[in-house]
């Protein structure tokens, strides 16, 4: 069965403190995602990457940046956490136009 | 602004009964996909439309894409329980980079039994 993983359910960090997320996937997709997802906002894309150490910013980048320096994975960095990226993360991965299969989610909270 | 808008935002349904969601927008769309995300769950995919006018069923579902290219609809018949979730549309903009989605808001629909 395919798989996208997300290193982490659930995570509590520090405001201030570096996060990392990471995202692994196991079907060799050319496209990978990172949305976060909050109630009456949907799911909106923050970072995306369509080949091996190529990134392209979606719409919301502000105090994020990624890393994509194996086909398979895909990081997402929150470079100094703040309270207002309390959120769902979610990681997707996809081939050329078709459909994404997203990992099972983070739920981040900064305290 | 949002690109893709999804209507209703939630949506009552008596078991049993019909239901149909809408996705708009007011640019043309290269394709469009479906996810459906049960409550603590992460979105799947269900379906993608690519041609004008297209439509595509799975089982009681009824997916079509409108002749502009800019509309989308689900049809779910005889709602069941395990209905319940948030179906999102999702839609690739003409000109836009990779296989970037731009995602509707959601329905969320509530069965009752």
């Known amino acids: 069965d395919v798989k996208v993983t997300q290193s982490s359910r659930y995570l509590v960090k520090r405001t201030g403190e570096k996060v990392f997320l990471e995202c692994v996937q196991d079907?060799?997709?050319?496209?990978m995602f990172w949305y976060r997802q909050d109630p009456g906002l949907g799911l909106r894309l923050i970072y995306f990457?369509?080949?091996?150490?190529?990134?392209e910013k979606g719409d919301i980048p502000e105090g994020y940046s990624v890393s994509r320096e194996k086909k398979e994975r895909f990081s997402l960095i929150l470079e100094s956490a703040s309270t207002n990226q309390t959120s769902m993360y979610l990681c997707?991965?996809?081939?050329?136009?078709?459909?994404?299969?997203f990992g099972s989610g983070t739920r981040l909270t900064v305290v | 602004g949002q690109q893709v808008m999804q209507i209703p935002q939630y949506q009552h349904v008596q078991e049993g009964e019909d239901f149909t969601t809408y996705c708009n927008s007011s640019?043309?769309?290269?394709?469009i996909q479906w996810y459906k995300q049960r409550p603590g769950g992460h979105p799947v995919f269900l379906i993608q439309?690519?041609?004008?006018?297209e439509v595509k069923k799975q089982k009681r579902l009824t997916f079509q894409f409108g002749e502009a290219k800019k509309n989308s609809s689900l049809h779910i018949t005889a709602t069941q329980t395990t209905d319940v979730g948030t179906y999102f549309c999702?839609?690739?903009?003409?000109?836009?980079?990779?296989?970037?989605?731009?995602f509707g808001g959601g329905t969320r629909v509530l069965v009752k039994p």
């Open positions: 997707a991965s996809s081939l050329v136009s078709y459909g994404y299969t």
């Open positions: 079907m060799d997709h050319e496209n």
């Open positions: 990457s369509y080949d091996v150490k190529m990134k």
């Open positions: 640019t043309t769309l290269s394709n």
């Open positions: 439309l690519v041609k004008s006018g």
């Open positions: 999702a839609a690739t903009l003409v000109k836009a980079a990779g296989n970037k989605l731009t």
